[in-house]
Nanobody, 121 residues
């Protein structure tokens, strides 16, 4: 169907930058929106950013001005450019894709495996 493969996580110092990538494969034509969520230990999963195929993006208030999300339609890949990173940004970041299944008139969420981002000095 649709598979999501994430990459780019790792260790970065406070104030540093990191870029995450999420490549989609399979029935990618059914995807209308992609985004990034994150989950820290003991915390609930939260939406970080999302973007449509048309390039319309939305961000959580906590990352606005620091993170940038973009989608490459030809590569079926979404990116999250993270700058001015803080310790509070430490979390497992999960890629998400929203699919529209026309035969069911239903939306379906697809999740990646997650990539760990650690912000520490």
């Amino acid at each position: 169907q649709v598979q999501l493969v994430e990459s780019g996580g790792g260790l970065v110092q406070p104030g540093g930058s990191l870029r995450l990538s999420c490549a989609a494969s399979g029935s990618t034509s059914s995807i209308n929106t992609m985004g990034w969520y994150r989950q820290a230990p003991g915390k609930e999963r939260e939406l970080v950013a999302m973007v449509t195929r048309g390039g319309s993006a939305n961000y959580a208030d906590s990352v606005t001005g620091r993170f940038t999300i973009s989608m490459d339609n030809t590569k079926n890949t979404v990116y999250l450019q993270m700058s001015s990173l803080k310790a509070e940004d430490t979390a497992v970041y999960l890629c998400n894709a929203q699919r529209y299944i026309a035969t069911l008139n239903r939306y379906l969420a697809v999740w990646g495996q997650g990539t760990l981002v650690t912000v520490s000095s």
